[in-house]
C-alpha cells in the first residue's frame, strides 16, 4: 500500500514543513492529538489514517494527519462508531473533490463567455429573441433583417 505522503516533500518559505510534510513521529503525533500511540496504530491498521514511513520503516506524521486524527477522536468521543467515522470522512473527501471540480467547471465556464463574447460578429440586434406565448410555448424567433 503506497503512502501518501512523500519524504522529500518540498518545505514551504522560511523552512518550515508543507501540511503534507510526514515528520512527526508518533510519539509527537500522540501527544499532539491527546491521543495514545496504540490508538494511532490501530486507526492506521484500520484505514483511517496513512502516514508516511522512512526508509526504515518509522512512521512519520504531517500536520493534515494530526488534524485528521483529531477529528476522528472528536466524531468517537461524540459516540459516532469507527465505521461512521469511515463514512462520514469519505463524503467530506467527496464533497471537497465535487466542490473543487466545482470551481473548475464554474472558471472554464467563465473563460468560455469571455471568449465568446470577444468573438461575438452578430449585432445585438440580430440575436435571437425567446418568447414565451401564453400557452406556455417557447418561440424562438429572429429579428428581420
Known amino acids: 500500500m503506497s503512502s501518501p505522503h512523500d519524504m ?13 510534510a510526514a515528520v512527526y513521529v508518533i510519539s509527537v503525533a500522540a501527544e499532539l492529538t491527546g491521543l495514545h500511540p496504540q490508538t494511532l496504530r ?5 484505514g483511517l489514517i496513512e502516514p508516511g514511513r522512512t526508509g526504515g520503516g518509522g512512521r512519520r506524521y504531517s500536520h493534515r494527519d494530526l488534524e485528521r486524527l483529531r477529528e476522528i477522536a ?3 468521543s461524540a459516540g459516532i462508531g469507527i465505521e461512521g467515522v469511515r463514512r462520514i470522512m469519505a463524503l467530506e473527501h467527496q464533497v471537497d473533490a465535487l466542490r473543487a471540480r466545482n470551481e473548475e467547471l464554474v472558471a472554464e465556464l ?6 465568446l463574447a470577444a468573438r461575438a460578429v452578430v449585432p445585438a440586434n440580430k440575436l435571437p429573441v425567446l418568447h414565451q406565448a401564453a400557452a406556455r410555448s417557447v418561440v424562438v424567433w429572429r429579428r428581420g433583417t
Open 110 to 115: 467563465d473563460a468560455v463567455r469571455r471568449g
Open 42 to 46: 490501530a486507526y492506521e491498521r484500520m
Open 74 to 76: 472528536d466524531l468517537t
Open 8 to 20: 522529500s516533500t518540498p518545505m514551504s518559505p522560511f523552512g518550515a514543513p508543507s501540511p503534507d
